[in-house]
């Protein structure tokens, strides 16, 4: 059962538009959740996470909102550039909760296409 | 710098050959873990390493080791290759559990002949 989910496969967006990435989950125990960045030829690289207290992080042209009702987050770039272009991966964790040491689950990811 | 380094980042092998890819970091994290990705199925956990002599089964486990002598090393021994283990691997730390942020490796990207 998948626990993490991306439901898109891909996404194309013009550059200067937002781009929004969603992911769903249906662990009501992840209290933790981190997008990840991932060029070809390159290991994924993490861009910002978001604990279960909170429902929005910012960080420079990148906002993770979370809706734990709905267990929904979503991830907004805005502008949209280029150098977006790659796969974006959601992932979650029970890091506070005492489920740590499973590490993280992650969704299937979506590659994201900005075009000029 | 901070890292995660991984050997080989290629290699084409036949079915049955044992082979290791190495996991260095240098970041002194207590965490380290194997991934494997596939098309369609995203990343997925092999094996976890909490500390020093402290493995455990990820979700995707049969078919592999590892083994935790030293904090900084984690490698990954597929003892009799098959085709089904072609893939990319990524090893990955982090600085106390495996819930944090995680630091990846460039990758491993295996073919089994």
């Known amino acids: 059962d998948q626990q993490v989910k991306q439901n898109s496969p891909s996404l194309s967006v013009q550059e200067g538009r937002i781009s929004i990435l969603n992911c769903d989950y249906t662990n009501s125990m992840f209290d933790y959740f981190l997008w990840y960045k991932k060029y070809p030829a390159e290991g994924p690289t993490f861009l910002i996470s978001i604990s279960s207290i909170k429902d929005k992080n910012e960080d420079g042209r990148f906002t993770v909102f979370l809706n734990k009702s709905a267990k929904h987050l979503s991830l907004h770039i805005v502008p949209s550039q280029p150098g977006d272009s790659a796969v974006y991966f959601c992932a979650a964790s029970a890091r506070y909760s005492g489920g740590g040491a499973d590490g993280l689950t992650f969704g299937k990811g979506t590659h994201l296409i900005i075009q000029p | 710098e901070a890292q995660v380094t991984q050997n080989p980042r290629y290699l084409i092998t036949v079915t049955g050959k044992k082979l290791t890819v190495t996991c260095s970091q240098n970041?002194?994290?207590?965490?380290m873990s194997w991934y494997r990705q596939d098309p369609g199925l995203g990343l997925r956990q092999i094996y976890y390493?909490?500390?020093?002599?402290?493995?455990d089964k990820g979700d995707v486990p049969e078919g592999y080791k590892v083994s935790r002598k030293e904090k900084r090393n984690f490698p990954l021994i597929l003892e009799s290759p098959s085709p089904n283990q072609t893939s990319l691997y990524f090893c990955?730390?982090?600085?106390?559990?495996?819930?944090?942020?995680?630091?990846f490796g460039p990758g491993t990207r295996l073919t089994v002949t």
């Open positions: 390493s909490m500390n020093v002599e402290v493995t």
């Open positions: 990955a730390s982090s600085f106390r559990q495996g819930g944090d942020e995680q630091y």
């Open positions: 970041m002194n994290h207590e965490y």
